[in-house]
């Protein structure tokens, strides 16, 4: 089983859809189920609701979980396992107070090291531990460190190495009896037979951690890795989850489609010729291989989205539903796909229709010659050549001065695709359109 594991403590970032996208994938090729975890153990940082948004978000990608699960319908399980590992001394129950975390944390920091858990409740004696219980010391629940490194084959990685002092004695459940991050998804990757685990690197330093708690609990099932380079942007720079950029919700609010999204993020990292750049889900599935991903830092550029984003739009075969517009625009707006890289750009240039024209660039004059012109009408010519006769002929206009203003009464804007084919598009409700627009 693959899995994907969100916290709902905040918005879906390009990083987790990344994630998601191809956890989905390989789930696919590996013809295993694909898991969605909620990893809610944080009380204090989820937010309500998060939890939908995400498998909302999840759907419109087309990633559909075989399952869907809690991570806090298991506290029960983490629990029960932690005590096993305090009664069989694998771990030891620590009483020191958050002062006493912040204090030696500060020495560390003045004497410039990477801090440490000093181990000072590890040395207590038993009668030491039974007395500070008996006086209902809270406690949280530490596991003891690897005698010997960790180490593990990372998909993208290669081989890598974790010293015992790397992974250091670590809470594994809390005062409140909540299991830690760490504790909790060890034991659920075990409770679900997790197989392979692909996630941001932001997690390397907890991997070894996770298989030290699952060796010590004695699972032996082998669990292949991959961890993903972070996303950088165009300055270099790590992509924060302040940028709009990053955000799944800002990207589709702008009219990118989410099939060009995926595109993107199955595309990063990887070193693809350009003549397969733009696939679709089905066809990732068919072509992605994870060890393609270069071990280096991938970067975020919008203009190479924007590109792939122009190349799915020529794919849709009916753009009105998507934009929510009158049905009767379709025409018009497989005209104007060419010239705008979102769905946002085409709904824009579409609706200027349907106000007064901006600027005449000096032809209002002539404009309002050929509005009352073609309202004379009594049926417009279905032929554009016929159409541009009968103009010429009812206002002597030609030339710059007959093109320029009927464009604008068209569509408001100077520049943009032939008038000819305009017309062929706009001509059915173009009296409509002047009378009530322009």
């Given at each position: 089983m693959v899995r994907f594991a969100p916290s709902p403590t905040g918005d879906l970032h390009l990083g987790n859809l990344r994630v998601a996208l191809i956890n989905w994938v390989v789930a696919q090729q590996k013809g295993v189920p694909f898991l969605v975890r909620i990893e809610d153990t944080d009380r204090e940082r989820n937010i309500p609701g998060k939890d939908r948004e995400i498998?909302?978000?999840?759907?419109?990608?087309?990633?559909?979980?075989?399952?869907?699960?809690?991570?806090?319908?298991?506290?029960?399980?983490?629990?029960?396992?932690?005590?096993?590992?305090?009664?069989?001394?694998?771990?030891?129950?620590?009483?020191?107070?958050?002062?006493?975390?912040?204090?030696?944390?500060?020495?560390?920091?003045?004497?410039?090291?990477?801090?440490?858990?000093?181990?000072?409740?590890?040395?207590?004696?038993?009668?030491?531990?039974?007395?500070?219980?008996?006086?209902?010391?809270?406690f949280t629940i530490r596991l003891k460190k690897p005698e010997k490194p960790i180490k593990f084959k990372d998909l993208i990685k290669g081989e890598l190495e974790f010293s015992p002092f790397e992974v250091d004695d670590f809470i594994i459940l809390r005062a409140d009896g909540t299991p830690t991050y760490n504790f909790a998804c060890a034991v659920d990757d075990m409770l679900y037979n997790i197989s392979t685990v692909i996630r941001g690197e932001d997690h390397l330093s907890n991997t070894p951690k996770q298989i030290h708690i699952r060796n010590q609990l004695g699972y032996r099932e082998p669990i292949q890795y991959a961890h993903l380079p972070i996303i950088l942007n165009r300055e270099g720079k790590k992509l924060s989850k302040r940028e709009a950029h990053f955000s799944?919700?800002?990207?589709?609010?702008?009219?990118?489609?989410?099939?060009?999204i995926a595109n993107y993020l199955?595309?990063?990292?990887?070193?693809?010729?350009?003549?397969?750049?733009?696939?679709?889900?089905k066809e990732a599935v068919e072509r992605f291989q994870l060890e393609e991903i270069s071990k280096a830092p991938a970067r975020f550029d919008i203009e190479k989205l924007k590109f792939l984003n122009r190349q799915h739009l020529r794919r849709i075969e009916k753009l009105t539903p998507l934009l929510g517009v009158d049905p009767k625009l379709e025409g018009l707006a497989q005209l104007y796909r060419d010239e705008v890289s979102t769905l946002k750009e085409l709904k824009e240039k579409l609706l200027k229709i349907y106000r007064p024209v901006e600027e005449w660039h000096g032809f209002e004059e002539e404009g309002e010659q050929l509005k009352r012109a073609i309202l004379e009408m009594p049926e417009l010519p279905e032929d554009y050549n016929l159409f541009k006769r009968e103009l010429i002929e009812k206002t002597g206009l030609k030339g710059k001065r007959l093109f320029m203003p009927l464009r604008l009464l068209l569509v408001g804007e100077p520049h943009g695709p032939e008038i000819r084919d305009l017309y062929q598009v706009i001509g059915p409700f173009l009296k409509e359109l002047l009378r009530n627009y322009r």
């Open positions: 498998l909302e978000l999840l759907e419109r990608f087309q990633i559909k979980p075989d399952r869907v699960v809690y991570q806090s319908e298991n506290f029960h399980f983490h629990q029960q396992l932690a005590e096993k590992l305090l009664k069989e001394g694998k771990a030891y129950p620590c009483f020191c107070t958050p002062e006493e975390i912040r204090e030696e944390r500060e020495r560390a920091r003045i004497e410039g090291r990477p801090y440490r858990y000093s181990g000072k409740c590890r040395h207590l004696t038993g009668r030491e531990v039974k007395s500070r219980l008996e006086r209902g010391e809270k799944v919700k800002w990207l589709l609010e702008e009219g990118y489609l989410p099939e060009a199955l595309l990063l990292g990887r070193s693809v010729p350009k003549e397969e750049e733009v696939f679709t889900l």
